[in-house]
Nanobody, 116 residues
Framework: QVQLVESGGGLVQSGGSLRLSCAAS????????MRWYRQAPGKQRELVAA???????SYDDSVKSRFTISRDNAKNMVFLQMNALKLEDTAVYYC??????????WGQGTQVTVSS
């Protein structure tokens, strides 16, 4: 069982930055993908960014060039640096660990609110 705890959310003005952290209860080295999702009110949860153990990275088009995902395998942590935040980035952000097959774990989420 993998427990994930997100932190770093909050209220920020449009154009500002936040850094989300996700701490895992087990080594993330063996987990195929660590991912960040978000869910805005009234919308479906969507994949924002993903990173493989080898460092391969992918982003949703809406956050490319603004968000950066990274992982520290030694500390069992994953990060999401969010720059140039927009109103539409407001959502609950979730950390996800996926073994590449059928097992997926979720954190409790952290709220990010971008104000004008």
């Amino acid at each position: 069982q993998v427990q994930l705890v997100e932190s770093g959310g909050g209220l920020v003005q449009s154009g500002g930055s936040l850094r989300l952290s996700c701490a895992a209860s087990v080594s993330i080295f063996s987990i195929n993908y660590m991912r960040w999702y978000r869910q805005a009110p009234g919308k479906q949860r969507e994949l924002v960014a993903a990173i493989s153990p080898g460092g391969s990275i992918s982003y949703d088009d809406s956050v490319k060039s603004r968000f950066t995902i990274s992982r520290d395998n030694a500390k069992n942590m994953v990060f999401l640096q969010m720059n140039a935040l927009k109103l539409e980035d407001t959502a609950v952000y979730y950390c996800n660990a996926w073994d590449g097959r059928s097992t997926s774990y979720w954190g409790q989420g952290t709220q990010v609110t971008v104000s004008s």
